[in-house]
């Protein structure tokens, strides 16, 4: 009985090495910009943003404004990694700019340009005004 154990232990321990061999299961989605599904992700500089490491991220959808932390306050750019939510993004004007699914918005590009100090995370899947 003592050999069967060992026999059924090591074929066991084969299995499970076979297993990790094959390598990890695939994603629910695939990670990009640094940002894993399903996340709004936030970029503090442009130095974050060309590294692909978001400073700061998000997922819950919420019924009013998050305010950001001094890791995604101010920040450069944001990434909403979602497919099928969209984000609104709180500005220091009190204006809000939308985030689609899948859209990158860099701050700067605002004119004159605002500072990011909020987001909200909602099951539409288009922006409407």
Known sequence: M??????????T????????VAGPAPAYAESRFGCD???????????D???RKPTSAFRDITPAFQKLG?????AYAAYN??????????????????????DIW??????PPQKVIGVQITDEN????
């Open 2 to 11: 003592r050999k069967n154990m060992i026999t059924l232990t090591t074929t």
């Open 13 to 20: 321990l084969m299995a499970a090495g076979a297993l990790s």
């Open 37 to 47: 599904y399903p996340r709004v992700c936030f970029y503090l500089t442009s130095t």
């Open 49 to 51: 943003w060309v590294a």
């Open 70 to 74: 001094p890791k995604a306050r101010h």
């Open 81 to 102: 990694s979602r497919i099928d939510d969209s984000a609104w993004l709180e500005m220091s004007d009190d204006s809000a700019t939308c985030l689609g699914p899948a």
């Open 106 to 111: 860099f701050f700067d590009q605002l004119t």
């Open 126 to 129: 288009e922006c409407f005004d």
